[in-house]
């Protein structure tokens, strides 16, 4: 018997709310599309899509969606997708960062496609592979770790990617165990029809054990795409990961990805984003500091244009005392641009000797791009060291008047002075190779 394929659909004429065409998607496709994985995560999907329905998609009546309208795009006539499809004549070395030695994961469409990918030798124990086959092969860890940093009472597109959860990419690092070099994660969005995907990844760092992670996403084509993905890291005591995001689907695809990572005593995370386009991009970074002497770094560059719009909503939960979080996100509006930041520090009561710092700058190059910045505290502990801010401004008039009056031009003045605004988010990126690619993108992109 034939594998159905369901397309989730909600025509014009139809009545009624547009999370029953999810709710039914996932009636039909239970059992068929949705099987595998392991009794445990079928559980959680029945829990997940029932709480979807209760909730529904988030509207601008949402306070933290007041600024980003992700019903409209969702209503579009998306397919689901089983399987990564043909991979045949796919070339990967093209999305490849020139001189970086890397382990690579390739997911197309959401799905690890083992012919694509090179993974070298790994510290004994450890294990890189995708999520549906580490669910199998796997079932006692995964299900110890899947949904328990995002939760059931998760934001509802989290629930949603829960409910249809299929495939992703899974890692795990074992105690006291060293990556030998980063972990190139290579996401492929390739199809002939406009596509909705929802994958998930569970990444697992034990104790003391030292990884550096990479992700890329790319578009092959111009059909419509709408990512809907989320992550779960676990950083246990003493682990120390840095992890680089790099987000450049122009103009065809949209995301919205929520990100979960809980931290043990004495681990160091750190988390750089450069959203350089999208459609519609919506990244949700929520992190838990749940023991004392943790460090979290969330660094981001936004460089959204035409009529791109970019929100950024991240949650730093100070839930232990003498934590240290350190917050910084730049961006650079052109045209018609929209962007929103939306920081939040949660300290509390028992979270004394908190340290956190949170600063959102942008500049705006157009008059008709927008900039929404919205830097929260919210402290129940008397003994802290907290201070959040934002500024949204034009390109220095006095700067520019200096260049230009040094014989450079307009347009080599104002690469100039964007360089040096983004400069201390791209050189915190640790990784050579990363670094020297990003630079380049970025002055091609401030010198165009």
């Not at 309208?69 to 969702?74: A, F, I, K, R, S």
């Not at 994958?199 to 990479?214: C, G, K, Y």
Request: charged share 25%.
């Amino acid at each position: 018997m034939a594998t159905p394929e369901v397309a989730t659909r909600l025509d014009e004429s139809s009545v009624g709310r547009p999370e029953e065409r999810f709710v039914k998607a996932f009636e039909i496709n239970e059992g068929h599309t949705l099987n595998g994985t392991n009794a445990a995560i079928v559980g959680l999907r029945r829990e997940a899509i029932k709480r979807f329905a209760e909730v529904g998609l988030p509207t601008k009546r949402n306070e933290a969606w007041k600024y980003t309208d992700v019903v409209t795009p969702l209503k579009h006539e998306y397919r689901l997708v089983p399987e990564a499809g043909s991979t045949a004549g796919i070339d990967v070395s093209p999305y490849l960062i020139p001189n970086l030695d890397a382990h690579i994961i390739v997911t197309v469409n959401g799905h690890y496609v083992p012919e694509l990918s090179t993974i070298g030798e790994l510290p004994d124990g450890a294990v890189i592979s995708g999520f549906a086959e580490a669910a199998g092969r796997h079932t006692e860890l995964v299900n110890k770790y899947f949904n328990t940093a995002a939760g059931t009472d998760a934001e509802s597109l989290t629930t949603l990617n829960t409910a249809f959860v299929q495939d992703g990419v899974f890692v795990y690092i074992p105690k006291s165990a060293e990556l030998d070099k980063p972990l190139h994660i290579v996401s492929l969005l390739n199809s002939a029809d406009d596509i909705l995907i929802q994958p998930r990844n569970l990444l697992v760092f034990e104790e003391n054990s030292r990884a550096t992670l990479i992700e890329t996403s790319h578009v092959l084509g111009d059909v419509r795409y709408f990512t809907n993905s989320v992550e779960e890291i676990f950083v246990a005591q003493a682990a120390n990961i840095d992890y680089y995001k790099l987000q450049d689907e122009g103009d065809v695809s949209s995301q919205v990805n929520g990100t979960y990572i809980y931290q043990g005593r004495d681990s160091v995370f750190s988390v750089n984003t450069f959203t350089l386009s999208g459609a519609l991009v919506r990244n949700n970074l929520t992190v838990t500091l749940d023991d004392e002497h943790i460090e979290s770094h969330l660094l981001g560059l936004v460089l959204p244009t035409g009529s791109q719009h970019v929100d950024v909503h991240t949650l730093i939960d100070h839930a232990k005392p003498n934590c240290v979080s350190n917050e910084l996100y730049k961006y650079v509006l052109d045209d018609k641009s929209n962007a929103v930041f939306n920081g939040k520090v949660f300290v509390r009561k028992d979270a004394q000797q908190t340290n956190a710092y949170q600063q959102n700058k942008s500049i705006l190059l157009s008059k008709d791009a927008k900039m929404h910045a919205k830097p929260e505290l919210e402290i129940y502990a008397d003994d802290v060291k907290c201070s959040h801010g934002a500024t949204t401004g034009q390109l220095d008039a006095e700067a520019m008047f200096y260049l230009r009056s040094r014989g450079l031009s307009e347009r080599a003045a104002r690469g100039m002075l964007l360089q040096a605004f983004a400069r201390d988010v791209v050189e915190s990126v640790r990784v050579d190779a990363l670094r020297e690619w990003l630079d380049a993108r970025i002055t091609e992109r401030f010198t165009a």
